[in-house]
């Protein structure tokens, strides 16, 4: 038994299984180098955008003119607050617009609540934009453990075929067979797991990204509200 396990070393008994098992094991080969290169890359990209978010956030702290919240747009518009800004600075310049068209009342009131409206809705588009391919990380955590398991079952009723062919239940002759069947569930648990706790970390990242679009979007409503408020003083 000694000597046959001894010559069973994992690499072994990967090339002597079936056609099916080997797909099985590919798969979930691939599935684990795909998790890895989008978190990864997931983690690195959330980490620049949480510095840009902190440094545009800085830079707006003592902004009181619409020409200096232009000027940050400008310098920041390659990146992601960059972008929010842009789009916020559109719907404030049409707050401004409504105020110099004799409008100021529904600008002060009606107008900023349809530019927070706006703001979240554009917090929500960029999320959903950042949570992109998020999925496959789950599904690889999910699905794993469960191919894994179909390699296993599909291995061991070999297995048992042998022993009926063979009309011998001897563990020297089982033994190989077995453990042959069990690498893909140690394999499915090996991409799982891992694939799991990078998702949490991701989603983690992802919730401190959505914080700082969030304290950005008050910001820049606090930045609309002062320049509607100047601008009707002195009217």
């Given at each position: 038994?000694?000597?046959?396990?001894?010559?069973?070393?994992?690499?072994?008994?990967?090339?002597?299984?079936?056609?099916?098992?080997?797909?099985?094991?590919?798969?979930?080969?691939?599935?684990?180098?795909?998790?890895?290169?989008?978190?990864?890359?997931?983690?690195?990209?959330?980490?620049?955008?949480?510095?840009?978010?902190?440094?545009?956030?800085?830079?707006?702290?003592?902004?009181?003119?619409?020409?200096?919240?232009?000027?940050?747009?400008?310098?920041?518009?390659?990146?992601?607050?960059?972008?929010?800004?842009?789009?916020?600075?559109?719907?404030?310049?049409?707050?401004?617009?409504?105020q110099?068209?004799?409008?100021?009342?529904?600008?002060?009131?009606?107008?900023?609540?349809?530019?927070?409206?706006?703001?979240?809705?554009?917090?929500?588009?960029?999320?959903?934009?950042?949570?992109?391919?998020?999925?496959?990380l789950?599904?690889?955590?999910?699905?794993?453990?469960?191919?894994?398991?179909?390699?296993?079952?599909?291995?061991?009723?070999?297995?048992?075929?042998?022993?009926?062919?063979?009309?011998?239940?001897?563990?020297?002759?089982?033994?190989?067979?077995?453990?042959?069947?069990?690498?893909t569930?140690?394999?499915?648990?090996l991409?799982?797991?891992?694939?799991?706790?990078?998702?949490n970390?991701?989603?983690?990242?992802?919730?401190?990204?959505?914080?700082?679009?969030?304290?950005?979007?008050?910001?820049?409503?606090?930045?609309?509200?002062?320049?509607?408020?100047?601008?009707?003083?002195?009217?």
């Amino acid at each position: 038994m000694a000597g046959v396990l001894s010559n069973s070393s994992m690499w072994g008994l990967v090339f002597q299984s079936d056609f099916m098992t080997k797909l099985v094991l590919l798969v979930l080969f691939a599935m684990s180098v795909v998790s890895w290169a989008i978190a990864l890359y997931k983690i690195i990209l959330f980490r620049i955008k949480k510095q840009q978010c902190k440094n545009v956030i800085r830079a707006l702290k003592d902004v009181t003119k619409f020409e200096d919240l232009l000027a940050i747009t400008t310098t920041y518009s390659n990146t992601l607050p960059g972008y929010f800004l842009t789009r916020v600075l559109a719907n404030i310049k049409e707050l401004l617009l409504l105020q110099e068209n004799a409008k100021s009342g529904y600008a002060q009131e009606k107008g900023l609540e349809f530019l927070q409206m706006q703001n979240d809705s554009l917090v929500d588009e960029l999320l959903y934009q950042e949570e992109s391919y998020l999925s496959v990380l789950s599904a690889s955590s999910e699905a794993s453990p469960l191919l894994g398991l179909f390699g296993t079952v599909w291995g061991l009723v070999h297995a048992f075929m042998a022993i009926s062919e063979k009309q011998s239940a001897d563990i020297a002759a089982v033994a190989p067979g077995i453990a042959e069947a069990l690498i893909t569930t140690v394999a499915g648990l090996l991409v799982a797991v891992p694939a799991l706790m990078l998702f949490n970390y991701v989603i983690t990242q992802v919730k401190r990204v959505e914080y700082d679009l969030m304290m950005l979007s008050d910001k820049s409503l606090q930045i609309a509200r002062s320049l509607i408020l100047k601008n009707s003083s002195g009217q």
